[in-house]
RNA sequence: GCUGGAGUAGCUCAGUUCGGUAGAGCAAUCGCCUCGUAAGCGAUAGGUCAGGGGUUCGAGUCCCCUCUCCAGCUCCA
């Protein structure tokens, strides 16, 4: 055996190292700075702990806090942290899962009473006293005979356990008195661990499985620098004021009754308008790009979903059925069975393909009363769908137009955005096949275009693979936006044909679409990116004018009548004193106010004074303030 | 749907400890004030205390059931 090993780092420099020694020692010889902050290693591309001797000759990687893969480490951690706490008072917990996720980590415990948020600073209290121990994470190579005996106490463990192929290598970690089943890397001790916050408690099912036994789970999350840790918190109070269910209720956008039902959204008048914009706005813009407009019923035949699959696969989010004359009838969940209804009202030449239908269509799904929320979750809501007929040769170009819409109608509502590709789910409809050709037409426009996306394994619809956009919002936020999807399965249900320059009956390939989603849920989001202060094309009020006293109100409503001949929403407000008004008007966030007094009547102008931009007003002539605002309007401007 | 928490005036919240018959601020309405950039002053009205049942001389308060909302799980546009 060798006595010493070679060691390769990243910038191909070569150490030479006595056999035995861990990536700590690497990064020893390596710089004493380097070695106080080392973390963890990739050797041969494997994340190990850094105490752990090398292997022999190897690649090692040494991970600090800057690398990405760090984050997880110390929330991985943490976890472990937390659980040695929780048993410190309730040894009694059985043990779930504890991994780190997107914003943290959490742990779930099996308790016979569920945790208070007492319980909460009772813990977090306790963890810092871990942390001060400094336990070393120690990690420990065991047959599965030996882990049985070890969590002989922990049912949930020795479930998991039982699933390790019996050759498989089985590790545990030990931080002072808290044993773990853990695959690892750990942080090299529990001293490691400096800024984290327990959040909150809730019960989940033990595997996520509703069957089975709930658990009460922990979050909390982690981060190497206290200002991270604060930066995050306050996110999460920003999150809060930005809520759309109070900002809808404060601003009049939106409304729920019992009396109508669960998951059901009244739109008021603010809120019609906005969205009645957005509306006018994509129809203008998808007519542009060759759509066109159609209607279809919100109740169909029950047939018809038989056809479609629906019935089959969709059923437990459809709204019951209603008997009418022997026949039964079902609110539609999706619109793609009308329009492919429309398709078929005459026999297709390949001379009128691509045909794009788009419909503002209204639909209706069964959604478990847990899951409803505000205007994102919803039983009834509006997509704007459409649906694009076309040849197997026109899909690549028909995705290509659709990446180019998506990107006008994200970048109008300022949203940066990620790609996802959602592959063929478990249950599925029709040949595996079309699914992967499918999957690798998306990829290939994908691919061509230089566009950077992830694979979400699984997660298309039923029908046919997916295109998801992620929208990215004000405070980091991840929205479902547009989604594309391909689908070989209904046309072949339906039987839809095309006549094609040959004189034979050819199968069209569907795409099914959508920019928007839901109505109510891209207001829900578009209320929340904004904080409810929209821009001026969206805002419901967009100018408010204010006459200095009741000796200005006839010159006021006069401005305020040739904004409104303008088309600008505007609106007189004459009532109590001007501070008054003002905090009301910032409150309700109006973009403008207009403050008309002896000066402005004399000078035929007007003082504007810009939402949130406390006093510094402009003095502007009333001619240039509507051409302004006709401006910003035309141009749907961000500011 | 499940686990936990919560429902008091349009909104935000007191009152629940110890059962004695509901209160504030804002909003609303009316009046006064005629006002120069985030709340002028006063008065009035507003509640089957989520709903139903029970215990009690008496229930917002204690017990049971139901509904809704919130957080999370699961699921999704």
Partial sequence: MAQTIQVTLPDGKVL????????????????????????AAEVDGELVDLHRPLPGDCAVRLITDRDPEALELLRHSAAHVLATAVREHRPEAEIGFGPPIEEGFYYDFGVDEPFTPEDLETFQETMEEVVESDYPFERQEVTKEEARELFHDDPLKLERLEEFASDEVITVY??????????????????????????????????????????????????????????????????????????????????????????????????????????????????????EIVYTPHVMSEKLFEISGHLENFEENMFGAMEMEGGRYRAKPMNCPGHICIYQAHQRSYRELPIRYAEFGTVYRYERSGVLHGMLRVRGFTQDDAHVF?????????????????????????????????????????????????????????????VAYTVDEGGGAFYGPKLDFKLIDAIGRRWQGPTVQLDFNLPERFEIEYIG???????????????????????????????????????????????????????ASGYVARLREAGIRARLEERESLSYRIREAELRKIPYMGVIGEREAREGTVAVRRRGAGKKQEVFDRSAFLDRLKEEIGSRSLD
């Avoid at 320059?501 to 904004?530: A, K, Q, T, W």
Wanted: net charge negative; with cysteine; aromatic share 8%.
């Fill in 501 to 555: 320059d040959d004189n034979e009956r050819h199968r069209p390939v569907m795409l099914h679409r959508v920019l928007i989603g839901s109505m109510e849920r891209f207001v829900g989001g578009l209320i929340e990116h904004y904080a409810g202060a929209f821009p001026l094309w969206l805002a419901p009020e967009q100018v408010r004018i204010l006459p200095i006293s009741e000796q200005w109100v006839e010159e």
């Fill in 174 to 291: 030990r931080d002072g008195p808290f044993l773990d089943l853990c695959k690892g890397p750990h942080l090299p001790s529990t001293g490691y661990l400096k800024n984290y916050k327990l959040l909150s408690a809730a019960g989940a099912y033990w595997r996520g499985d509703e069957t089975r036994q709930m658990l009460q789970r922990i979050y909390g999350t982690a981060f190497f620098k206290e200002k991270e840790l604060t930066k995050h918190l306050e996110r999460l109070e920003e999150a809060k004021k930005r809520d759309h269910r109070v900002l809808g209720r404060e601003l009049e956008l939106f409304t729920v009754d019992q009396r109508v039902g669960s998951g059901l959204i009244l739109w008021q008048p603010a809120g019609s308008i906005i969205r009645n914009e957005i509306e006018e706005y994509e129809k203008d813009l998808i007519e542009r790009h060759g759509y």
């Fill in 390 to 450: 076309c040849t197997e040769d026109q899909v690549p170009a028909e995705i290509e137009a659709l990446l180019d819409l998506v990107e006008e109608m994200l970048t109008t509502f300022g949203y940066p955005y990620t790609v996802e590709l959602a592959t063929r789910p478990e249950k599925a409809m029709g040949d595996p096949r079309m699914w992967r050709k499918a999957e690798s037409e998306l990829r290939a426009v994908l691919e061509e275009r230089g």
């Fill in 16 to 39: 030479e190292v006595p056999a035995e020694s861990s990536s700590y020692d690497v990064a020893a010889k390596i710089g004493p700075g380097l070695a106080k902050a080392a973390l």
